[in-house]
């Protein structure tokens, strides 16, 4: 018989990363690759200026959040005066991820969203400065998968983000 262990086997990426390495290494290198196609090398840098500048423009630090993960529109159900989230990609992420992926591609009531999300749940000093940094990724993903037509909204939010390293 074989033995028997218990503890479970050390996990290899058991460093934990601070939230804006983890999402310029994780979120928007791996789709820039697959954009860099449809982009021109001075589009490429400008994305990587902001991903090694990430802990620059990331803000306040924060403890990971139980977030949607796919929260634009069309994921939003109301019914009177609720709404319901569906089609989750749930994951541990910044709370400011889908607030700006809401603002993205136009969610209706979204003052009413945001309000009741501050009310609720005030957001750092900042945060609307921030939302260009949250919307690369799923713009960058966009560019991968559907092409150049979304490259002008990509570039948009990275100069935005950009311009706060001056």
Known sequence: MGRVHRRPPPRQHARR???PRWYAERRLAPFLRRAAPHLTDGDVRLVERIMDAAEALA???EPPARIHGDLWSGNVRWTGDRALLIDPAAHGGHRETDLAMLALFGTPLLDRILAAYDEAAPLADGWRARVPLHQLHPLLV???LFGGSYRAS???AARAAAAALG
Do not use: F, K
């Open 17 to 19: 990363r601070a939230w």
């Open 154 to 156: 990509l570039l948009d």
């Open 142 to 144: 966009h560019v991968a």
């Open 59 to 61: 803000g306040p630090s």
